[in-house]
């Protein structure tokens, strides 16, 4: 959470050859962009028992949010948002470097 995740915009930084773009939307992907703020992703939060727990302020980059998150919520709700996160990342990739999409209901069960 500390801008070291290999998003577009870290990427493209060290090569000219990667796209700084948001693999679901043309929008330049940051972590807070991804997580937070991607119409997929939120879209997918939605659909998730966590619907309330994600919303970042505009003001808010990826560490400002997780402490919120985890200030807002309990053990248990926490452990779920880690997974989702950690699911959404995976699906990112797999989309990213695979070309596959999981279906959105699949994801988030």
Request: proline share 4%; charged share 30%; hydrophobic share 35%.
């Amino acid at each position: 959470m500390r801008n070291a995740l290999p998003t577009g915009d870290r990427v493209s930084e060290k090569s000219t050859r990667c796209s700084d773009k948001c693999p679901f939307y043309d929008i330049r992907e940051t972590q807070i962009h991804f997580f937070a703020e991607c119409p997929w992703t939120t879209r997918l939060w939605r659909q998730s028992t966590l619907s309330g727990c994600f919303e970042a302020r505009r003001s808010d980059d990826c560490l400002e949010w997780a402490k919120r998150v985890m200030t807002a919520v309990d053990g248990g709700t926490f452990e779920e948002w880690c997974s989702l996160l950690w699911t959404l990342w995976k699906e990112r990739n797999a989309q990213l470097f695979n070309g596959q999409k999981m279906p959105e209901e699949e994801i988030v069960t």
